[in-house]
């Protein structure tokens, strides 16, 4: 590809980004524009309405300077030779040489349908895929530079941030793979995965890659397939859809065998009786994961905590809300308003016992939190939970907590117990029996 086509490809994929920028904030734009225009005009009227300024006063007038001689007949008068060899001189008129500015075209808006005819133009380059008469030509080399164009322009994926990791890993697999050719590289499934089975990983050459990286590289070259066009005979496509799956199994399998070592290794709780005292003799009392773990014991909560707006009194904003009493004699409560069954089960308000109160309260005045602000931060606990819990040598995560609230008490409760502990929980009835097999 030329510096040119990798120019216009640019310019292009910018063309796209403002376009999709304008349709999704039509409105938004609208008004910075009159926003604009009003400044201006504004300014204008302003300069319009103010009185001129005064026209400075004439400066008083000068004695002509002295000639200076320079010698051999040459004078000069302010710096300018009037003569030379006692003759008057007169300097030769040059006339100026102008260079005419120079405009680069400004490329006219095109519409979404030459945008979206461009973009498949594209795909059929790509693709090598031509029209005419006599024998087809063999298809276009697709190299990682092309690729990363098409993918630039394309609306296969649900976000940016899906978007960057399937660029990463298209990288990876092609650095793994060693070729140059995408179409060409893809179409031996059973090269590809032999390759991808035994790479060694760059930080450690004594390491393969995990079963999890692996897996996310086939499913990748699935997707990217569709995406740029590569066409992929049924059996090839099925010897990649096999390994994922194969993959996939293997994965689950490696993880549940780790969580069994983990329980006989370090002796897992199987309770929040056991489990509280655990975190408090590990990071203190005061510490958030402390905290954290003590709202968990209070209900089953997912990753609901995150973003816990601290208010007075409940307001219809919608998000889940930590009520702060306006008295210590009062309890916390928690307004569980967004979360996964929701639709289902409707908001939730949980009071905080005082113990954990005391903990919230204390908190709060050592992290100097304002009324309005996040308990917790804004940023998902799911890591947080996973980190403190690994530092103990738990394999325990947000819905380990969940399982928590389930396994010691199920198998006492017959089935209309059952059902009322799977509604407080917030889901089906047959997950809490799988927390119950997970027990055993």
């Known amino acids: 590809m030329s510096d040119a086509d990798r120019l216009a490809a640019k310019r292009e994929a910018n063309r796209i980004r403002q376009a999709r920028y304008y349709e999704a904030n039509k409105a938004k734009v609208a008004e910075q524009r009159k926003a604009r225009r009003k400044a201006i005009n504004k300014e204008l009227a302003d300069c319009r309405g103010t009185t001129p300024p005064a026209a400075p006063a004439a400066p008083a007038p000068q004695a002509p300077p002295a000639p200076k001689k320079l010698g051999r007949g040459t004078e000069s008068v302010g710096g300018r030779i009037t003569k030379v060899n006692g003759r008057e001189w007169k300097p030769i008129a040059v006339p100026p040489i102008v260079i005419p500015p120079v405009e680069e075209p400004v490329p006219a808006r095109i519409s979404p349908e030459e945008r979206q005819r461009r973009i498949e133009a594209a795909r059929k380059s790509a693709r090598g895929v031509k029209k005419g008469k006599g024998k087809a030509k063999a298809p276009a080399k697709l190299t990682q530079e092309q690729a990363l164009q098409i993918i630039e322009t394309s609306d296969a994926f649900e976000s940016d941030g899906s978007r960057k990791t399937y660029v990463g890993h298209l990288r990876t697999v092609q650095d793994l793979l060693g070729c140059e050719d995408l179409r060409t590289c893809f179409q031996d499934a059973t090269q590809v995965i032999k390759q991808l089975e035994e790479a060694r990983q760059k930080r450690d050459p004594s390491k393969t890659y995990s079963l999890n990286s692996k897996k996310a590289y086939v499913q990748a070259i699935l997707k990217l397939s569709d995406v740029l066009g590569i066409e992929l005979t049924p059996e090839t496509k ?173 198998d006492s409760l017959d089935s209309k117990g059952r059902v009322e502990l799977a509604k407080k929980m917030g889901h089906a009835p047959a997950t809490s029996e799988q927390y119950r097999k997970k027990k055993k």
């Open 238 to 410: 099925q010897q990649y859809v096999d390994a994922f799956d194969v993959l996939k199994l293997d994965s689950k399998k490696q993880t549940e065998q780790r969580v069994e070592e983990g329980k006989q290794e370090q002796g897992q709780p199987k309770t929040f009786d056991e489990y509280l005292p655990r975190v408090r003799d590990t990071f203190g009392t005061d510490s958030k994961e402390y905290l954290v773990a003590s709202l968990y014991s209070i209900h089953g909560f997912r990753d609901n905590l995150k973003g816990l707006r601290t208010v007075r009194e409940i307001d219809d904003k919608g998000d889940n809300q930590l009520i702060v009493p306006s008295s210590r004699d009062k309890p916390y409560r928690i307004y569980l308003a967004r979360y996964k069954t929701g639709n289902k089960y409707g908001p939730k308000t949980i009071e905080v016992p005082p113990e954990i109160g005391k903990l919230i309260r204390a908190y709060t005045t050592q992290n100097k939190l304002k009324l309005g602000q996040p308990l917790l931060g804004s940023a998902s606990l799911s890591g947080f939970v996973s980190g403190f819990n690994k530092q103990m040598g738990l394999p325990f995560t947000i819905n380990s907590l969940r399982e928590l609230h389930v396994a010691p008490v199920i």
